[in-house]
């Protein structure tokens, strides 16, 4: 875990600017957890009201609270902003760092709607809410396991893309396999509209909206949806029989009476350790496969 | 395993309290199983007359069986409730636990509606219906796994709490992006509900009360659909093929060049066969991906 | 392995119940794989008939052929029966076992058609059907992998009766509350009813003929799908970590120069073996958790 | 990993044919390497537009693009075609393998449209999209993980097989269950689409075309999915406790009584830390079940 980020930006800084630096992104001195304590309240609390502000019975009732709210969280979060830029060595790379652009879009509708009073005509509330939600990616900071995933995910890309590239190509291929059996007059009117109902299908979602209403339709879904199952249920089986194999094959609690090695082989006859003899006794079945 | 719970109270019960407690918490007396074999048999009854009687043309048929049953139940209950007061050292420590509750719970419609005789008309006989069934959790006390399980919950909360944080962040940003690319009109009325449709979708539970109509909507429920299922199946492959490697790596190919058996373990000095010494070779290095 | 059946069941059969015996109930023979293949054969393609004979299209274009097919297969099996019976030494116990309950079932539609012609009228040809297809299970005599899959299964039988009550308390619990919560207006019209919604729910199924109406209800239920699909997502992915933890932190290849042990644990300075000590090389960076 | 393709098929090839071998079926050169990358991507655009050609409003906006890209595509693909026939030894060996039918297949829709005119009459316009999207299996000569996960699944069949078996065995004999218990009238119209219903629940896709609507149907159903979904939990809950266990007993309690360090490996002499010989006590039983 590197020392102080202070460092790593170079020159070391100073005075106030290394107080507020302490404070804003660290989380070592009282401080600096009050501060991330409150940010998270914060962000969870904005978020919260953007969801709310969404349900058309709630927006009616509330929303002479819910806009000078967002003008509250506008603030703290502009506030808060501004301090991480003042307190960096490189402003510009936080600036484009990822969570400088969450920071940024989370500042972005508010202040739209400040300068360009016909923004709620020319981009739908949607999008502003939308851009909104974005903040509740500042929590990932906090979450030292989202970095050790991050990290995960990076070092098996590789097999995740292929094995998507596999299923992408099964979807393809079967999804236009039933544009042909079923066609557009039973509801796959498409390629694309018959690959997303593959999809539905080999991940057991199954929404329903588009089904096979032939009797080959159907029997092709029923290979689908076996092959997407099976994808789960082989693999889980296999991997029990082999823990329940190797539990029983790799050692049984047989003592050597000589050295005392413990974990022989069931079918072990000299001990693996001091080569001594060991006798037959009533060892734990071992189910051979 | 503790001891007797009756000396673990404090100060030892003695005579009638004392043979009361063993037949009511302890199960090692013939009387002590056979309180509990009866009261599991008057849990589950009971349930099940709470569950017949919801339905309606049962109701019709057999609800003047029913409220004396139920009677029967609640005085059943009610002595099992003063009896095990009766011989705790500190009955308030009971009344506040777990069981305590559900205990109280599984009483309350009953006496309720004894006491008040209206209280059909202020709340809901479902209601009522939902607290009897809570009795049901009187039985977790009879398995032993149960505690174990809870144990284990506890003991990886922090990794369910981050997994199941990182859910909810994908699914309020997911589900967004879907009420702003679906919008009012398909259905995705608010944030709040396409965050449960995203849910359904991610869970592949997939009821299809809401579902994508435009052809964006579906590539995002698509990749959505891959992204829940791909949770499950890639974690499952890797597995398996870690299984694989682990099974080449516990015995090798090293063959003992007297008797010739293979498969020794890697740590072995002498084969398990025939005693003899087994040399150091360059062995099948377990296949390090 | 046990040798001959034939001897197992008392005294030895001879002549020709022996020689029956070897064809019907054994497989080394060449005459006794005959046998086998055959009735295999017979056994999927009177299943095959029956099936197709409930498709209606098909069935009014071929059922005069299907009653014949139905006599020929009949005739089959019962000779198939009486050979059973005339060579095993206690014919009872083989009328009472699993295969001959299936065997006697197998014969049953077509002859209660012969002996009381208004059967069809007394039991639905749907049940004669169904009695039909049970012919399928004594495929299962043939593959040795599902005695051991029945074995595996009894083995483990608590854990899944646990298992199986764990979620059964969890489904009724949270079918009565959504049963409080969305009434039968909403198509929750009693416990049962919500309870097979909940199980829909929890396995991920999802119909979507039920499907909850009110906030409420979809808040409950998507903590519902969460913790369906948790129950695979949470495991799998505890026991993948768990895989790249003990593949890191176990064994390294480093090597002590001394006695040539290798898979030392990255932090080792002394090997376990000889008790020399490990030089620090560049080992493989084990990530310690 | 083989050496040149080149020899292994018979007598070395010389000249221009050596060299466009190894420009088409090798991948050392660069040459070779930029011929692939640019079949690639001729593959992934011709699919990309027999997909957009099917949907109905980029067909009547771009038909006139689509046509002679799909002429441009066919051409480099016959060329394609007869470059890898020319410089192998062996063409009909080509044309017959896996490849060399896909090949044909990306060529026939075009050929046939020129050959035969009024071929969109006589094969539906779907069929011959299918044809050409079969191109995308050319994809998988150029991922080396397909053919290890080929091999794997090959290595399989058996498991692979007998467990297909269970699932039809069981979904042909609910599925006629539910056939007999539901009848027509809820749908259940026939045994194969009762078997499609089955498959449907018991992977847990649940499209809800059908469902059950009696109370019998319904609680068979309930077990249908528990059946499917806890063949999934199970197995993975339990893969889960052992690998618990296996961490406990890959590093035991035992304690260096020199330097206090912990958690040697259980066949460990000397402390890994200081060297000093570890006694060798009872140590903590690796939790066997």
Redesign the interface.
């Known amino acids: 875990m590197p020392s102080s980020k202070a460092e790593i930006l170079g020159k070391p800084l100073e005075g106030w600017r290394l107080r507020l630096y302490t404070i804003i992104f660290e989380a070592d001195t009282r401080a600096g957890r009050l501060f991330d304590q409150v940010l998270i309240a914060v962000i969870l609390t904005s978020?919260a009201v953007?969801?709310a502000d969404?349900?058309?019975s709630i927006n009616l009732a509330y929303h002479h609270l819910f806009t000078p709210a967002e003008w509250f969280f506008t603030l703290i979060f502009t506030v808060e902003y501004l301090a991480r830029l003042a307190c960096v060595r490189h402003p510009w790379r936080y600036v484009l760092s990822f969570y400088g652009v969450i920071d940024l879009l989370a500042l972005l509708p508010t202040y739209l709607a400040l300068l360009v009073p016909e923004v709620g005509a020319l981009i739908?509330v949607?999008?502003l809410?939308?851009l909104r939600?974005?903040r509740?990616?500042k929590?990932?900071a906090y979450?030292s396991?989202?970095q050790a995933?991050g990290q995960?995910l990076r070092a098996?890309r590789r097999?995740?893309a292929?094995?998507?590239?596999?299923?992408l190509?099964i979807v393809?291929?079967i999804g236009?396999?039933m544009?042909?059996v079923e066609?557009p007059a039973n509801g796959f009117?498409?390629?694309?509209?018959s690959?997303?109902w593959a999809?539905?299908?080999?991940?057991?979602?199954?929404?329903?909206?588009i089904?096979p209403k032939t009797?080959l339709g159907?029997?092709i879904?029923?290979l689908m949806?076996?092959l997407?199952?099976?994808?789960?249920?082989?693999?889980?089986?296999?991997?029990?029989a082999?823990?329940?194999?190797?539990?029983r094959a790799?050692t049984t609690?047989r003592t050597c009476h000589v050295c005392?090695?413990?974990?022989?082989?069931p079918?072990?006859?000299?001990?693996?350790?001091?080569?001594?003899?060991l006798p037959r006794y009533e060892h734990d079945g071992a189910a051979q496969e």
Chains 1, 2, 3, 4 share one sequence.
Do not use: Q
């Open positions: 978020v953007v969801v969404s349900v058309h739908d949607r999008v809410r939308l939600v974005f509740i990616f929590l990932t979450v396991e989202y995933i995960a098996s097999k995740i292929v094995f998507l590239a596999a299923v190509m393809l291929v236009t396999l544009y042909v066609g009117t498409s390629i694309p509209t690959v997303y999809i539905t299908t080999m991940t057991t979602v199954g929404f329903g909206d089904t009797d159907r029997l879904a029923s949806m076996l997407g199952w099976g994808t789960l249920a082989v693999p889980t089986g296999i991997v029990t082999e823990m329940t194999y190797a539990r790799a609690t005392l090695t413990e974990g022989h082989m079918d072990a006859r000299y001990c693996r350790h001091c080569g001594a003899s």
